[in-house]
């Protein structure tokens, strides 16, 4: 049984290039989490896919940034024209939704992105 | 809106000792799930409780307790007999459910929880 993973775990970019992380669920989940945390702060929220949908996104989502799931399985997270407060963990999780189904969100290992 | 606040940011305790971390929430739906999650240092996020708003039933598992108050919007955590390994960031999250389905977390700021031998 294989959880979560991402790739890349670390990521070092320059101001102003894009980049693309990517996310693998657990393979029976039909829910897929992107968050992102600073340090010494607890995760905060971007946004979520139901399958292939994309559910909710946080304002925290800016314009540069835009996440897909195609198929419904495998997630990516890109950020166009990085910027040094984009500095941070930026971290994966899934989970499962529907009647008798346990709901709690198992993340990976997240990708540590440094803009310098 | 909701939120969630880890007053305390650090503890530090002797192993074997208990101790309590502390987790006070906010929301207006009266449909919601609680969760704590363990961060060691390694970084990955350990999910090892989910409550659901309707069920106040505390838990124990092994050495962890959690004691849910709705009266007091809190969801406290106690570790007896502590361990060096339990030492991490311990957070507290929340999510207001659609359906039965937890949507997304939001979480506090975490307690680091320091254990020396």
């Known amino acids: 049984d294989t959880g979560v993973s991402q790739n890349p775990r670390h990521k070092i970019t320059k101001r102003g290039q894009n980049v693309t992380f990517r996310c693998d669920p657990i393979s029976e989940h039909n829910r897929l989490y992107w968050y992102r945390q600073t340090l010494g702060q607890g995760p905060e929220f971007l946004t979520y896919f139901q399958n292939e949908a994309q559910l909710e996104k946080s304002r925290l989502l800016s314009d540069r940034f835009s996440a897909e799931r195609p198929k419904g399985s495998f997630s990516t997270l890109e950020i166009q024209r990085t910027e040094q407060g984009d500095s941070a963990m930026y971290l994966c999780?899934?989970?499962?939704?529907?009647?008798?189904?346990?709901?709690?969100?198992?993340f990976g290992p997240g990708t540590r992105l440094t803009v310098t | 809106a909701q939120k969630v606040t880890q007053a305390q940011t650090e503890i530090s305790v002797v192993e074997k000792e208990d101790v309590t971390l502390d987790c006070v929430y906010e929301?207006?739906?009266?449909?919601?799930?609680l969760f704590w999650y363990k961060q060691p240092p390694s970084g990955e996020l350990v999910f090892l409780i989910r409550r659901n708003s309707f069920d106040e039933q505390n838990e124990i598992s092994g050495r962890y307790s959690w004691n849910f108050q709705k009266s007091t919007s809190s969801f406290n955590f106690t570790i007896t007999a502590s361990q060096v390994v339990d030492s991490a960031v311990y957070f507290c999250a929340l999510s207001e459910g659609d359906s039965g389905s937890a949507r997304q977390l939001t979480f506090g700021s975490g307690t680091q929880l320091t254990v020396l031998p």
């Open positions: 929301t207006r739906d009266t449909t919601y799930y």
């Open positions: 999780a899934s989970s499962s939704s529907g009647q008798g189904r346990s709901y709690e969100q198992y």
